[in-house]
């Protein structure tokens, strides 16, 4: 599968923004979503994730509550919602899809998108 990331931006901090990532193939539904961010200097760190039938959500403790992962199986995309963001969110925000079945906070995901850059302002 093949994803594309975009919706990134600069906004001001308590803004909002809402970044897409669409994907290639008739398998989108089969796979589980998940959103990863990197700072310069830091590792790459899980944001969200969503199960397959989009029942199911995870968030890293850093954005409960502000950020919200969903998905459109129909138009095999799916999104992440920024509310009340921080400037320590600023970030390349990448899309991945099928975890490690141990841990799908790892960055061992199969499938990677091109990154979209998150700037926000204080």
């Known amino acids: 599968v093949q994803l594309q990331a975009s919706g990134g931006g600069l906004v001001q901090a308590g803004g909002s923004l809402r970044l897409s990532c669409a994907a290639s193939g008739r398998t989108f539904n089969s796979y589980d979503m998940g959103w990863f961010r990197q700072s310069p200097g830091k590792e790459r760190e899980f944001v969200a994730a969503?199960?397959?039938?989009?029942?199911?959500?995870y968030y890293a403790d850093s954005v409960k509550g502000r950020f919200t992962i969903s998905r459109d199986n129909a138009q095999n995309t799916v999104y992440l919602q920024m509310n009340s963001l921080k400037p320590e969110d600023t970030a390349v925000y990448y899309c991945?899809?099928?975890?490690?079945?141990?841990?799908?906070?790892?960055?061992?995901?199969?499938?990677w998108g091109r990154g979209t850059q998150v700037t926000v302002s204080s």
């Open positions: 969503i199960r397959r039938s989009g029942g199911v959500t």
């Open positions: 991945a899809a099928n975890p490690p079945p141990y841990d799908l906070k790892s960055p061992l995901w199969d499938y």
